[in-house]
């Protein structure tokens, strides 16, 4: 059954906007359910039913070094503060997940970015980032990492430090900072990689 009667849109910014919804209760009362999305009023997800991706998470793996992970630690508007995460940014027009993952590594942190394409692709496929108050998709593209760091293509509304960790400092980074939950989620498959197979964590067993 359909829950809503209406999409009401309240604010036109280039970026993201906010929408009221005229929703009903599963009782059947109407009230008003409000989110933020991405996209223009007729492409919402609610009316299109997509799961197209606008943006990627990156997880790079030093492709020298097999046991090191490079991080991001951004400064937030939201909270004021730094924060820990992965490379992330969101996909241009004509783009594949795969071909932003290189753009946005390159401009974020200097690195050159190589996907890899094996395992199982359901690890990579569009994931909801907060369903609650957004329709925003995200997937995660797995690379390796090569070449020289450096600031020099961040944008300048970004304040990005570059971080290289191995298992013990990643340990005591999701132990004692602040960081975003897409990060703890591949922490922990960080901690449990094998160095010679950096993402059999990927493949799953038949």
């Known amino acids: ?54 943006g990627v998470v990156i997880y790079p793996v030093l492709k020298d070094d097999p046991e090191k992970l490079v991080l991001i630690r951004q400064y937030r508007y939201p909270i004021d503060e730094y924060i820990y995460e992965l490379p992330a940014g969101m996909i241009e027009a004509g783009e594949t997940p795969a071909q932003a993952a290189v753009r946005e590594m ?28 957004t329709d925003e998709t995200s997937c995660t593209v797995f690379g390796y990492v090569t070449g020289t760091m450096t600031h020099l293509l961040q944008e300048d509304t970004e304040s990005i430090q570059v971080v290289i960790v191995d298992k013990k400092e990643a340990l005591r980074i999701l132990r004692e900072e602040r960081i975003s939950i897409r990060l703890a989620f591949q922490l922990q498959s960080f901690l449990q990689a094998n160095p010679e197979e950096p993402f059999q964590f990927l493949t799953i067993e038949k």
């Not at 280039?14 to 008003?32: C, I, P, V």
């Not at 401009?107 to 369903?131: H, I, Q, S």
């Open 1 to 54: 059954m359909k829950r809503y009667r209406k999409i009401n849109q309240l604010t036109w910014n280039s970026f993201l906007n906010l929408y009221e919804m005229e929703a009903f209760a599963t009782s059947g009362k109407e009230f008003r359910y409000y989110f933020v999305s991405r996209r223009k009023n007729e492409e919402l997800k609610v009316y299109t039913k997509s799961v197209e991706p606008e």
């Open 106 to 133: 390159k401009e974020e942190t200097g690195f050159d970015f190589e996907p890899y394409e094996g395992g199982e692709a359901a690890f990579r496929k569009p994931l909801f980032m907060g369903v609650g108050f």
